[in-house]
């Protein structure tokens, strides 16, 4: 792999990108609404959320392909807000490669180049190490129906690459490809991201792709970022119950909160984390891995008393459904360790978990 010595110097690192209260309405429909965002040099920022929640259209302003009503995109300290696309100098990379099928490989990378008019000699030199850095080397003469679904992306990566913007923009680059080809190109993009250094700025609605790829995760919904955050924090600590529910399995648990005690639905204490709000109603919310249920403390005044009603096996961890006396139905996960205990359906048991499991928000 080829280290690339930057023109702009070693220290002064560029292709920071700022979002300033961006908004976009198509007729009465708000697609982005009040989008702040800052992504610093050198840095992997998803826009994660389900679909029409205005991912792409941010995209697409931040590319120069669409306009927004109002706000501001900084490249650095540079305002691109009205420049036309290829005067942004960013890479964009789209969900259905968009390749020129009557042209070969090098010839679809070569192309951005040759609109630059960059000189013959310095296109072979550029085009060669574009197609490298994605492993293509090899195929540069193909023609993109000769090609897997997963070598057309890989081109259009490389033709994204060879005029070595600052910034790669990527919308579901990933999203036509099988399951087993996306986790494989995954893992190229990181290895790409960290050997050519470049700001990324990926649109997915596959939560597991936005936190496993991500230094940080921008969750929009409704055309809003609701938060932004490191994969860790954002599983761990999510800010509202949209993120809860959107990042990962999540149980809900209706509890009053009173005096800096969070009571269950019987009026059962139930460990929670530190919490701001005034004494309300809120919902606890617990990762199923964090739900431990224990058949030695049922009938005690731990945790929520219940019993298992389902058990199912999904090879590396059994899952458990529990319903409380209450009336809830939960979920908890444990990893299958050989020799451990587990409980059965129709078991008696408590529901407990750690304090730092749990986080309390608002309704
Ligand atoms: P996402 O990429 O998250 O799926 P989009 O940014 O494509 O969402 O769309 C956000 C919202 O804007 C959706 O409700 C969509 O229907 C609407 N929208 C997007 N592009 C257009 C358009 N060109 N004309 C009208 N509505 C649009
Ligand atoms: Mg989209």
Known sequence: MLMKATARGPEVKTGGITLHNLQKRYGSAVA???VSLSVSPG??????GPSGSGKTTTLMMIAGFEMPDSGKVLLDDLDITRLPPHRRELGVIFQNYAL???????ENVAYPLQMRRVAKAEVEARVSR?????????LASRRPHQMSGGQQQRVAIARALVFDPPVLLLDEPLGALDKKLREHLRNEIKTLRKTVGKTMIYVTHDQDEALAMSDRVAVMHQGRIRQVSAPRDLYRRPADLFVAGFVGEVNLIPVKLKSGIAYGPAGERLAAGPWTEADTDATLCVRPEHLHLDRGAAGSSAGLQGRITGMTFVGDAT???FRSESGLQLTSKVLNVSGQAMPDVGDLCAGSWGANDATILAK
């Open 43 to 48: 840095e992997f920022v998803s826009l994660l």
């Open 319 to 321: 899952i458990f459904e």
């Open 130 to 138: 574009a197609l490298d850095q994605v492993d293509l080397g090899t």
């Open 100 to 106: 020129f099928p009557h042209m070969t490989v090098a």
């Open 32 to 34: 982005v609404d009040e």
